[in-house]
């Protein structure tokens, strides 16, 4: 987790649960939830929560290359954040593709499975590359960074995009229930607990968290300043939005950090002033929420040479 200070909340070891669902509901989302895990594979339990180098390693043993194929510079952080550094956005889309291909590969020769969290966007839509043969995709579960109650984009989106072209069970693709937010949080937490392992403190360990990152420095739809990046550090796994008629779910900041493998995207010159501040660390408490990120294992920032300008000067 991060360490304490400005720009790193502390994550408690206690996990609190969000407010319970009402009486006749609850046990409707408990069910669904347990249902929707049934096919799924039982996942191991996590053996370690010691931290690791944050390379990219392929199953066989040993270290995959350090930095994905037409890497053009990289950088190795003091707090072990990797960045590497591409042409342009389509190869920071290969470079997302050939990540998650190592990785998952990696999890189902280790464990037997391996999960993931998705944002929707542009992060979704290269994972139509994935190769058909990259792994055994009957054994990936896939969940949801953020999501509009309603709309279902990104679940929408994740199917179009890879999980029917890539033959993943649908009952591996935990779509966000549709309730209201605080009701949806919540059983979308319980399932979570349910499928996913859990480190010492309870929360789920994903295998890898992916993000996209917006000019303002938000992820997923932890925005800066705003009450659901302010509840990092107090356990929360998934929380409930509610604000200007726009209902909605996000994983929150302790969830992301208690991953396996996170990898955030960051492309074109607008976002260079983002890129800056988030890598070297100079920003005010809560405002870039990109820049709070960093898991407990591999994190890393894929840039092209307009977003990295400015750190690189």
């Not at 509009?148 to 890879?162: L, P, Q, T, V």
């Not at 303002?216 to 409930?240: A, F, T």
């Amino acid at each position: 987790h991060p360490s304490p200070g400005r720009h790193n909340p502390p994550l408690s070891a206690e996990t609190p649960r969000h407010a319970s669902a009402p009486a006749m509901i609850r046990p409707i989302l408990a069910l669904a939830a347990l249902l929707s895990c049934a096919s799924a594979l039982s996942p191991s339990p996590r053996p370690s929560l010691l931290r690791t180098p944050p390379t990219l390693r392929l199953a066989g043993g040993g270290p995959a290359a350090a930095q994905p194929s037409g890497t053009k510079s990289a950088h190795s952080l003091a707090d072990e954040r990797q960045v590497f550094v591409l042409s342009d956005a389509d190869a920071i889309s290969a470079a997302v593709v050939e990540s998650v291909a190592a990785i998952g590969a990696k999890c189902i020769a280790d464990k037997g499975s391996f999960t993931m969290c998705v944002p929707g966007g542009s992060i979704v839509k290269a994972l139509s590359k994935l190769p058909k043969d990259a792994m055994d995709f009957s054994k990936v579960n896939v969940f949801f960074a953020n999501e509009r109650i309603g709309e279902f984009k990104c679940y929408k989106g994740a199917i179009d995009s890879f999980v029917d072209k890539l033959s993943i069970p649908h009952e591996n693709v935990h779509k966000v229930p549709d309730a209201e937010p605080a009701d949806a949080a919540s059983a979308y937490e319980a399932e979570m607990l349910t499928c996913v392992p859990k480190d010492d403190n309870g929360m789920p360990v994903m295998d890898l968290v992916l993000l996209g990152t917006g000019e303002d420095g938000h992820v997923g739809s932890l925005h800066p300043g705003s009450d659901e990046i302010m509840q990092s550090g107090k356990g929360k796994i998934v929380l409930p939005i509610d604000k200007s008629g726009k209902k909605s779910i996000a994983a929150s900041l302790d969830l992301i950090c208690a991953s396996d493998n996170v990898i955030l995207s960051a492309a074109g010159a607008a976002r260079a002033p983002m890129v800056q501040s988030a890598l070297s660390g100079t920003f005010d408490e809560w405002s870039l929420p990109a820049g709070l990120v960093k898991c407990k294992g591999s994190t890393v920032w894929l840039c092209d040479e307009g977003s990295i300008a400015d750190f690189a000067k």
